[in-house]
T-cell receptor, first 113, second 111 residues
Framework: DGGITQSPKYLFRKEGQNVTLSCEQN?????MYWYRQDPGQGLRLIYY???????QKGDIAEGYSVSREKKESFPLTVTSAQKNPTAFYLC????????????FGSGTRLTVV | GENVEQHPSTLSVQEGDSAVIKCTYS??????FPWYKQELGKRPQLIID?????GEKKDQRIAVTLNKTAKHFSLHITETQPEDSAVYFC??????????FGTGTSLTVIP
């Protein structure tokens, strides 16, 4: 389904816990991205990576961390330092840069309980 | 940084009518402008894009226009159908990595 898979679809986190969202693609895309989507707001970039072992902060990176150990995988960790983590998280990939258009995953809805 | 504003936030049209969604951007260095469609409960999908060296691009019933001087671009959907109902997002980018998205337009096509 689209070549980019996010899991889980729904995730519940207790206050003070770290959680990791998975994003895997089999499209052989070089670039991968994490966005956060809140009601009434556009997508906001958290982190992106153009090559393995390298990633860059987006506009709202505070309280998040990522790794890119494999081309296919770009997991996002939401740390306890993220003050308002409840949101819908979208992972995307593109051939090299986003100027080729993104392929989005189906998203993970994170709720803090 | 770049600021993208999108209007209207909601739009209802009768089936068969046209729909227009407008976006403005602030950074004149932005040179790539994609539009994404997100149906309820589904992932956003790229429907059309335009680069700054082009003023208009069409793909069947959808078209995008770009006015670099005024720093705005618009999505036009003609002969709307119920399956066009979705949230549409515009975006702007300078480098193809950092994208700035509009806040979305919820389009409802009334049969």
């Amino acid at each position: 389904d689209g070549g980019i898979t996010q899991s889980p679809k729904y995730l519940f986190r207790k206050e003070g816990q770290n959680v990791t969202l998975s994003c895997e693609q089999n499209l052989n895309h070089d670039a991968m991205y994490w966005y956060r989507q809140d009601p009434g707001q556009g997508l906001r970039l958290i982190y992106y990576s153009q090559i393995v072992n390298d990633f860059q902060k987006g506009d709202i990176a505070e309280g998040y961390s990522v790794s890119r150990e494999k081309k296919e995988s770009f997991p996002l960790t939401v740390t306890s330092a993220q003050k308002n983590p409840t949101a819908f998280y979208l992972c995307a990939s593109s051939v090299f840069s986003g100027a080729d258009g993104y392929t989005f995953g189906s998203g993970t809805r994170l709720t803090v309980v | 940084g770049e600021n993208v504003e999108q209007h209207p936030s909601t739009l209802s049209v009768q089936e068969g009518d046209s729909a227009v969604i407008k976006c403005t951007y602030s950074d004149s260095a932005s040179n790539y402008f994609p539009w994404y469609k997100q149906e309820l409960g589904k992932r956003p999908q790229l429907i059309i894009d335009i680069r700054s060296n082009v003023g208009e691009k069409k793909d069947q019933r959808i078209a995008v226009t770009l006015n670099k001087t005024a720093k705005h671009f618009s999505l036009h959907i003609t002969e709307t159908q119920p399956e066009d109902s979705a949230v549409y997002f515009c975006a702007a980018s300078i480098d193809g990595n950092q994208f700035y998205f509009g806040t979305g337009t919820s389009l409802t096509v009334i049969p």
